[in-house]
């Protein structure tokens, strides 16, 4: 049954592909100027991102080979928000796994949308602050390293396109702007 998505209207819609992370769509539409055509659209599971800073503005990051880049990434703690949990747990449980860090204060920086023309994908964003630190418990031990440097430096990194992760990016330019300004204000 023909239905309308903004000012798209589709015909038909098929499921290509369906695991537990990802689905693939694809809509065979009537396009805005009145053509048809076709559209697909991938739908992930709903994430989080996390970055923990220090006292002394260390940042806290992964390195792990990434197979659908073909290369090692620099990112900041992500993973997928578990079915029935709350982001912020989900954040909690990421940073716990992944590098070991229990944090005492939490902030929200919002979500984003990393690719919105073909990709639905929201990422919520958290910095993690007071930090303590355990052993981690990764699902895929010894597949991810921490990585600490300065936020300057992380700020750098994302500026140079060291670290090109959409999420860390806009993760780290956030926590710099929002630790800038509340430095600036004490």
């Given at each position: 049954m023909p239905r309308e998505k903004g000012p798209w209207r589709i015909e038909d819609s098929i499921q290509r592909f369906k695991s537990e992370w990802l689905e693939v769509c694809e809509d065979k539409v009537i396009r805005p100027d009145g053509q048809y055509g076709s559209y697909a659209t991938v739908r992930?599971?709903?994430?989080?991102?996390?970055?923990?800073?220090?006292?002394?503005?260390?940042?806290?990051?992964?390195?792990?080979y990434r197979y659908a880049i073909e290369e090692e990434s620099v990112e900041v703690v992500s993973g997928a928000i578990e079915d029935g949990e709350l982001p912020e747990t989900s954040a909690r449980r990421e940073l716990r796994e992944e590098l070991g860090i229990v944090a005492e204060r939490w902030t929200d920086l919002g979500a984003i949308h990393p690719l919105t023309s073909m990709l639905h994908s929201p990422a919520n964003l958290f910095m993690a602050q007071e930090l303590n630190f355990f052993e981690p418990d990764p699902q895929d031990a010894g597949l991810i390293q921490m990585v600490k440097v300065g936020l300057h430096e992380a700020v750098q990194m994302v500026m140079d396109s060291t670290i090109k992760h959409a999420p860390s990016c806009v993760l780290i330019l956030k926590a710099n702007h929002l630790l800038h300004i509340n430095k600036g204000s004490s």
């Amino acid at each position: 049954m023909p239905r309308e998505k903004g000012p798209w209207r589709i015909e038909d819609s098929i499921q290509r592909f369906k695991s537990e992370w990802l689905e693939v769509c694809e809509d065979k539409v009537i396009r805005p100027d009145g053509q048809y055509g076709s559209y697909a659209t991938v739908r992930i599971r709903p994430g989080v991102s996390v970055l923990a800073v220090d006292d002394d503005d260390g940042v806290y990051l992964t390195r792990e080979y990434r197979y659908a880049i073909e290369e090692e990434s620099v990112e900041v703690v992500s993973g997928a928000i578990e079915d029935g949990e709350l982001p912020e747990t989900s954040a909690r449980r990421e940073l716990r796994e992944e590098l070991g860090i229990v944090a005492e204060r939490w902030t929200d920086l919002g979500a984003i949308h990393p690719l919105t023309s073909m990709l639905h994908s929201p990422a919520n964003l958290f910095m993690a602050q007071e930090l303590n630190f355990f052993e981690p418990d990764p699902q895929d031990a010894g597949l991810i390293q921490m990585v600490k440097v300065g936020l300057h430096e992380a700020v750098q990194m994302v500026m140079d396109s060291t670290i090109k992760h959409a999420p860390s990016c806009v993760l780290i330019l956030k926590a710099n702007h929002l630790l800038h300004i509340n430095k600036g204000s004490s």
